[in-house]
């Protein structure tokens, strides 16, 4: 398995500004990846940030609205840029276990944009 | 990409009855897992479930990969396992494509 956590686990911000949502696990891992869930929806992913080299984003997600920043094998962030309301959501990141099969969620980070 | 459909949408149940949620994939898969999200939004690994079959106390899940499906069994069903049920599998780039989940109350 794997220990992840997340900070913070909930914030109310303003729209116009930005938020950075911090993701620690407790050993190291290649990949971490960031979701997000809007609310009554499925997850959705939103990049895949490897350790060295730049993050890959999905389709509808740029980097200029959610920088990603990978500095070691065991922490990752993520900025939501410019918030608006549209960005309510709940934020995830996650890893691959020990095992390299199964994927392990953090807590999530629930993000209000008024 | 490989498409994730599961059913149903909404399940009510009363305590004690018992459930199957059925998860369909669009093509082989070599990764599948099933998560509940709880009230509070935790993502909690129930199984990976490939293939075959696999028990957990009063959750079982099977997938036959040959036919693209998996199934998720609750049984005795308590007023803790609402919440979420989300059926996931490996796209390309081992993130995670996820169902749009089977929403599960059940009441006293």
């Known amino acids: 398995s794997a220990v992840i956590s997340q900070k913070p686990s909930r914030d109310i911000c303003q729209r116009g500004t930005s938020l950075t949502i911090q993701c620690q696990v407790d050993?190291?891992?290649?990949?971490m990846f960031w979701y997000r869930q809007q609310p009554g929806q499925s997850l959705t992913l939103i990049a895949t940030?490897?350790?060295?080299?730049?993050?890959?984003?999905e389709s509808g997600f740029v980097i200029d609205k959610f920088p990603i920043s990978r500095p070691n094998l065991t922490f990752s962030t993520l900025t939501v840029s410019n918030m608006s309301p549209e960005d309510s959501s709940i934020y995830l990141c996650?890893?691959?276990?020990?095992?390299?099969?199964?994927?392990?969620f953090g807590p999530g980070t629930r993000l209000t944009v008024l | 990409g490989i498409q994730v459909e599961q059913s149903p949408p909404d399940l009510i149940l009363q305590e004690g009855a018992n459930s199957t949620l059925r998860c369909n994939f669009s093509?082989?898969?070599?990764?599948l897992q099933w998560f509940h999200q709880n009230p509070w939004g935790q993502l909690i690994n129930l199984f990976y479930?490939?293939?075959g079959t696999k028990q957990n106390g009063r959750l079982s899940a099977t997938t036959v990969a040959t036919e693209r499906y998996s199934l998720l069994y609750i049984s005795s069903s308590q007023t803790t396992d609402s919440g979420v049920y989300f059926c996931?599998?490996?796209?390309?780039?081992?993130?995670?494509?996820f169902g749009k989940g089977t929403s599960l109350l059940v009441t006293p």
């Open positions: 050993s190291q891992v290649t990949m």
């Open positions: 996931a599998v490996v796209m390309v780039g081992y993130a995670l494509n």
């Open positions: 479930i490939p293939s």
């Open positions: 940030a490897n350790q060295g080299s730049e993050a890959t984003y």
């Open positions: 996650s890893v691959y276990g020990q095992g390299g099969n199964e994927q392990f």
């Open positions: 093509d082989s898969v070599n990764n």
